[in-house]
């Protein structure tokens, strides 16, 4: 009886961790941006780079980031303060866990509004308008819609809403519980996707674009948007896998764990953008079109399907709710702090701390129109904020993680804590982790800024 109960215990304790850690890698960075972010790089020079960032730079920092979490058990800041002083080394670690913090918050602030794009298209999907949509009346209905400020920033207060509801009654139950079957059923509704995308008569071209790759095709600032999406899109480098690595059992396996979440995110993105760029050759598109491309494609193919509205709207929930246990994880590591240090309750810390977010994203909300031509570096407050996070914010936090595990802390330590076994699997992550993943971070900075 005790051992029966000690099993179930175990085995929900590892699901719920595997739960949370896909909850927050697969959201709209593998629907949303990964897609797009290939169109606009040139296809698959961009999918190999990415890839390799996953196994090379991803997976490893994932391990690292759990193991670090899992040893110091509090929230990123103090967890980097604990373990500096288990190492005797520098407390000026802890500026790792602000990184996080800063960035998460920074995320949110424009994830916000691109979810309020899904939670608008759950309504919009299901008009008569879209029966039969070409790809040039979708083009001009996702135009109006971002040109509207008001629209943009209505959709964002909801969904900025909906994640403060959410965070400031705690995280596990019900959100935990619905997301044993909401994953699984946008994983459903991916597949059907695909079928369909196979049948629409651009397959081929679609299939070749993403995976056959012409690195002629690729400069410096794909190689780094590549590298910046598989942090974006693992959900690393700014502490959230740290918080649900400090509430991981000592016995689950992490290595395994992040190995499942990371495959797992990757097919998920994959499968994205084998559904979308068959529709973009089928219907004469442009795939380096920008944040726009899902909403202006996938709305043809559901336009299409027999009961398609039904389709779209059960799609977008789904989307909305990828979106939401994403944002979840973005804003927790800031609402930890805010109470841990400000003695606020939970409800006001997430209260605060969504207002701060929700000002800071109406900046994103408005740059897709009354602020389009408000530039700085030649971006949008959207491109901006997405620029210094993603792509700088993100890997440089992945960086300080790695160094951390892989210089910092003892190797017995973490060789304790992975429990690999005798074989090559140690040995191999701790060349990754030293070498391999700060040294491939460093040399796509050089190459990005032109430098190599
Ligand atoms: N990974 C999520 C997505 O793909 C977004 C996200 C959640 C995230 N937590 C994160 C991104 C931490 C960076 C860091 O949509």
């Known amino acids: 009886m005790t051992d029966q109960r000690l099993l179930h215990a175990q085995w929900s304790s590892r699901t719920a961790f595997i739960l949370a850690a896909s909850g927050s890698a697969i959201g709209l960075g593998n629907i949303w941006k990964f897609p797009y972010l290939a169109g606009e790089f040139g296809g698959g020079a961009f999918v190999v780079t990415y890839l390799l960032c996953v196994a090379l730079i991803g ?36 500026y790792t866990g602000w990184l996080g913090v800063a960035a998460g918050f920074l995320i949110l602030s424009y994830y916000s509004v691109i979810a309020g794009w899904a939670m ?12 039969n949509i070409d790809a040039e009346q979708t083009g001009r209905f996702f135009e ?27 995280v596990s139950g019900g959100l935990e519980r619905a997301s044993r079957y909401l994953m699984p059923a946008l994983f459903a509704m991916l597949v059907a996707l695909d079928v369909y995308a196979m049948n629409s008569g651009g397959f081929g071209r679609g299939f070749a674009f993403l995976f056959y790759p012409d690195f002629d095709k690729l400069t410096g600032e794909g190689v780094l948007a590549a590298m910046g999406q598989a942090f974006f899109s693992l959900g690393l480098g700014m502490g959230s896998i740290m918080v649900y690595g400090s509430y991981l059992p000592s016995h689950v396996s992490i290595a395994r764990s992040s190995l499942f979440v990371a495959s797992a995110d990757t097919v998920v993105a994959l499968m994205a953008g084998l559904a979308i760029f068959p529709l973009v050759f089928a219907h004469g598109l442009e795939p380096g079109m920008g944040p726009g491309l899902i909403f202006q494609t996938l709305p043809i193919a559901f336009g299409q399907m027999p009961a398609g509205w039904l389709f779209g709207m059960v799609f977008f929930v789904l989307v909305f709710f990828a979106a939401i246990t994403s944002a979840v994880a973005l804003i927790e590591p800031a609402v930890a702090w805010l109470s841990e240090n400000l003695g606020l309750s939970r409800k006001q810390a997430s209260l605060y701390a969504g207002a701060a977010c929700w000002f800071i994203g109406l900046g994103s909300a408005f740059s897709f129109n009354i602020w389009s031509e408000v530039k700085l570096f030649g971006k949008t407050v959207f491109e901006l904020v997405d620029f210094l996070t993603a792509n700088l914010m993100l890997p440089l936090g992945g960086v300080l ?5 892989g210089w910092v802390m003892k190797r017995e330590i973490s060789e304790a804590e992975l429990e690999l076994g005798e074989g090559r699997a140690y040995p191999a992550w701790r060349v990754l982790i030293r070498y391999v993943a700060p040294l491939g971070v460093l040399m796509v900075f050089l190459d990005a800024f032109g430098v190599l």
């Open 401 to 405: 993680v790695a160094l951390f595990a």
């Open 59 to 94: 997976v490893p920092i994932m391990i690292a980031e759990t193991l670090l979490g899992r040893r110091g058990r509090q929230s990123p800041i103090n967890t980097m303060l604990t373990l500096a002083e288990e190492a005797k080394a520098s407390p000026y670690w802890r």
């Open 144 to 170: 109006a819609f971002k040109s509207s400020p008001e629209f943009q920033s209505i959709w964002h207060t909801l969904f900025m809403i909906a994640t403060v509801a959410i965070v400031s009654r705690g």
């Open 120 to 131: 608008a298209y759950i309504f919009k999907i299901n008009s008569a308008l879209f029966v």
